[in-house]
């Protein structure tokens, strides 16, 4: 079945530091990839996704790029915020709807 | 706009008794979903409905869950004879149509069965 990947189970990080979360997936057909964001008391927010190959998904200062050779969507940001400091999924969508979520990624940003 | 609303926020049940769950997607969504997340497992697929209609419900539990959608504007989840370990969170979600992964979650049901 459908699964996806995600390394790192906490970052710690101080403002401005570059942020890499790895997401690695496995999956039948062409999935779209997608990476969510939970804050505290609240469900998982969209950030951004992407669809095809090399396709890059953004949002907020966050990016990744979908590589189907790879099998990977690492999520980058150039200068992390204490703002920032939530829990990240990656996840998959297969057969038209259902999502697949990786087990997550804990950012703690020190000011 | 709301959002997806979920009622109650927190629910405690003594085990043997009975949970109802309720979901108020985003007026104009026409695919509502339910997932439970729990620290263990993540966030897990339950249930998915589109137009009301029911299309799969592959992660639910076969028994005691059921989960129902009597028109557009609510949908509920349904757990009888609680459990411990059907302590979770219960999110809904909802996406505009079939193939519109964005999906919008409310902020979930704490349920805690002692």
């Known amino acids: 079945g459908d699964s996806v990947t995600q390394t790192e189970g906490q970052v710690a990080l101080s403002e401005e530091d570059f942020l890499t979360i790895h997401c690695n997936y496995s999956?039948?057909?062409?999935?779209?990839l997608f990476w969510y964001v939970q804050y505290p008391g609240e469900g998982p927010q969209f950030l951004f996704r992407?669809?095809?190959?090399?396709e890059k998904g953004s949002s907020r200062g966050f990016e990744a790029t979908y590589d189907k050779g790879t099998t990977s969507f690492h999520l980058r940001k150039a200068s992390v915020q204490e703002s920032d400091s939530a829990v990240y999924y990656c996840?998959?969508?297969?057969?038209?709807?259902?999502?697949?979520f990786g087990t997550g990624t804990s950012l703690l940003v020190d000011p | 706009n709301a959002g997806v609303i979920q009622t109650p926020r927190h629910k405690v049940t003594g085990k043997g008794q009975e949970a109802t769950l309720w979901c108020e997607p985003i007026?104009?969504?026409?695919?509502v979903f339910w997932y439970r997340q729990t620290i263990v497992q993540g966030l897990e697929f339950l249930t998915y409905?589109?137009?009301?209609?029911?299309?799969?419900d592959s992660g639910m539990p076969k028994e005691r869950f059921s989960a129902q959608m009597p028109n557009q504007s609510h949908s509920t989840l349904k757990i009888q004879s609680t459990q411990p370990q059907d302590s979770a969170v219960y999110l809904c979600?909802?996406?505009?149509?079939?193939?519109?992964?964005?999906?919008?979650f409310g902020p979930g049901t704490r349920l805690t069965v002692l």
């Open positions: 979600a909802s996406s505009l149509d079939w193939g519109a992964y964005e999906q919008y």
């Open positions: 999956a039948s057909g062409y999935p779209a």
């Open positions: 992407a669809s095809r190959d090399k």
């Open positions: 996840a998959l969508g297969n057969m038209g709807y259902k999502l697949t």
């Open positions: 007026s104009g969504h026409s695919a």
């Open positions: 409905f589109r137009n009301q209609a029911p299309i799969d």
